[in-house]
C-alpha cells in the first residue's frame, strides 16, 4: 500500500505519516513522529502538507491533534485534483511551449518532415497525438484488433468539438466488430475494407503517419510520421480511394 500511495505522489515522509494515522487513529504530532519514524523537526510540515492535500484533518483541541482523512474520500479528491491539473496542462504547455520554440534563436525548419519512432513505447504517443492536434478531421486506417483507453477518449473530445472521425478497419472479426461499433456509437463513421498490414492516418490533410507492425513481434514497430503535404495527399488520395469501396458499418 505504501507503494500505491508513493506512486499517486505522497512523498516517503507523507506516506509513513498517513498510514500511521490509519493505524493510529489521532495523535499528537508528538505521538505521531514516534509512530511513523518521521523527526520531530519534519513532522509539522509533512502534516500541513497532508493537511492542504486533503489527507489530514487538523483537530483544534489542546494538545493539536491530528486524524487521517478516510481513504476513499482522500485518494479520491487528490486523484481528482491532479487529474484537473493534467487537463488544464494538457491545454495550455504546450501552447506556451511552442512559444519558446518560435523564438528568433529557433533554427530555420525545412519545409518537409519524415520522422522515424522506433519501438513501443515511442510510437503509442503518436496514436494519441492525431486526434488531439486535428482541427477538422483524422482519417484513420487500421486492424481494429485493440483500441487504448486514452485513444477513444481523445476520440470523444474530437467529436465534441466538432472533428470529423473516418475510421477504416481493415480485419472484421468478433472482437473488432464491437470495437467499430463502439466507436460508431462515439460519433465516427466506420467501414471495413481488407487491407493486409497497412496502418495509415491523416490529420487535417497537414500530416499523415504510417506504422509498421513486426508480425513476429507486435512490440516492435515503426512508425514514420509524415508533414509533407504532397506526400500527405498522395496517402489521403489511397485512403479515399479504398474509402469508396469500403463496407460500411
Known amino acids: ?73 482522500a485518494v479520491r479528491h487528490f486523484l481528482n485534483s491532479k487529474k484537473q491539473q493534467l487537463e488544464e496542462l494538457e491545454e495550455t504547455l504546450p501552447g506556451r511551449l511552442e512559444s519558446l520554440a518560435k523564438g528568433k534563436y529557433r533554427e530555420q525548419d525545412t519545409s518537409e518532415k519524415i520522422t522515424v519512432y522506433r519501438g513501443e513505447k515511442n510510437t503509442h504517443p503518436l496514436v494519441i497525438h492525431k486526434f488531439v492536434a486535428a482541427r477538422k478531421y483524422v482519417k484513420d486506417m487500421f486492424t481494429f484488433e485493440y483500441l487504448p483507453q486514452a485513444m477513444m477518449r481523445e476520440v470523444a473530445k474530437c467529436i465534441q468539438r466538432g472533428v470529423k472521425i473516418y475510421m477504416l ?16 456509437r462515439a460519433g465516427a463513421e466506420v467501414r471495413y475494407y481488407p487491407v493486409q498490414e497497412i496502418r495509415l492516418a491523416i490529420c487535417d490533410g497537414t500530416e499523415s503517419y504510417q506504422m509498421i507492425v513486426n508480425p513476429k513481434n507486435p512490440m516492435d514497430r515503426l512508425s514514420i510520421v509524415i508533414q509533407s503535404q504532397e506526400l500527405t495527399r498522395a496517402l489521403e488520395n489511397y485512403f479515399d480511394h479504398l474509402w469508396r469501396k469500403a463496407e460500411r458499418i
Not at 514516534?34 to 483544534?60: C, G, H, M, N, T
Not at 472479426?173 to 460508431?184: A, I, P, Q, T
Open 169 to 184: 478497419a481493415t480485419m472484421k472479426g468478433k472482437d473488432n466488430f464491437k470495437l467499430m461499433r463502439s466507436m460508431k
Open 1 to 73: 500500500m505504501e507503494a500505491e500511495l508513493r506512486r499517486i505522489g505522497l512523498t516517503e515522509y507523507e506516506t509513513q505519516v498517513y498510514m500511521a494515522l490509519l493505524q493510529n487513529g489521532s495523535m499528537t504530532s508528538r505521538a505521531l513522529s514516534k509512530a511513523s519514524s518521521v523527526p520531530q523537526s519534519k513532522i509539522y510540515e509533512v502534516l500541513y502538507r497532508l493537511a492542504d492535500k486533503k489527507f489530514v484533518s487538523v483537530l483544534e483541541v489542546k494538545p493539536k491533534q491530528f486524524k487521517a482523512v478516510e481513504p476513499k474520500i
